[in-house]
């Protein structure tokens, strides 16, 4: 089994975002072309980036010129995205008093679920059954169900494709190798949820939870196989999945949206 998620998906999905708006984001778009060179660039690391992305403020003083610069760019999408049809389907979930940042996260959210959708489709009819989804990533097998051994990277060029073609986006698809939580205080990987949930690491930063990197993978290739695909996704996130979906299409229609 492996994991497959996008690559820059983020900056990838907020580039396209402002090209669909018309909001100029050459930092963006630097970030996207190749994020290695601008963090040489900027002498920053890569959480930086995320950070920054998504309102953090402190230390300014000793930024880069070009950090304030995608500070910027993002408040300027915010406030775009907040205004346009676009996302009016996602206000409606999170109300109307919810902050411009929150609603872009929300909007970036769903289309990342709605790329790894297509993914995980595009896997599926491979062979490679989808045996764990969680937020912007999935756990594929490596081996169809005869046994056939899959070339998962070559399926992921495809997957890539078929999300641009379904969102307009071109988020690129990758194979990881399956990583269970690593509690660095023993030296060891967490074999359970318990134990993830002792060395505070079954938590990402953003406070999700991360379940099906610690749970008994067995299990849930046996309920995979007997039809009920085991997924991590809450109500709220399905209809905002749906809705923001439409939304694009009609804004693609209507106002030839090609953010690629």
């Known amino acids: 089994m492996e994991d ?6 983020a900056p990838t999905i907020c580039h396209a975002l402002c090209a669909a708006l018309a909001v100029p984001a050459p930092e963006l778009e630097a970030i996207v072309r190749d994020r290695d060179a601008w963090l ?3 002498s920053c690391a890569k959480d930086m980036v995320s950070k920054v992305m998504n309102g953090w403020a402190q230390d300014q003083g000793a930024w880069h010129p070009r950090l304030h610069a995608l500070r910027a760019e993002m408040r300027a999408l915010d406030l775009a995205l907040a205004a346009s049809g676009l996302s009016a389907p996602t206000r409606a979930v999170l109300g109307s008093g919810a902050p411009a940042e929150s609603v872009r996260r929300a909007v970036v959210d769903t289309l990342e679920d709605c790329a790894l959708s297509v993914v995980v489709d595009t896997f599926e009819r491979a062979g490679s059954l989808c045996v764990g989804r969680i937020f912007d990533g999935a756990h594929q097998l490596k081996c169809a169900s005869d046994g056939r051994a899959l070339d998962l990277p070559a399926i ?7 999300v641009e073609a379904a969102l307009g986006i071109a988020l690129v698809a990758r194979v990881k190798p399956f990583e269970l939580p690593f509690d660095a205080d023993n030296d060891e990987y967490c074999e359970s ?6 060395a505070d690491v079954l938590f990402a930063e953003d406070e999700h939870p991360r379940p099906t990197k610690v749970c008994d993978i067995v299990d849930l290739i046996i309920e995979r196989f007997s039809g009920q695909p085991w997924m991590v996704v809450d109500e709220k996130r399905i209809l905002l999945v749906s809705l923001l979906f439409i939304s694009i299409r009609q804004h693609s229609y209507e106002h030839c949206w090609c953010p690629v």
């Open 4 to 9: 497959v998620d996008f690559e820059r998906s």
């Open 193 to 198: 949820v318990d134990e993830a949930l002792t």
């Open 156 to 162: 992921a060029l495809v997957a890539s494709a078929a």
């Open 40 to 42: 040489e660039a900027t």
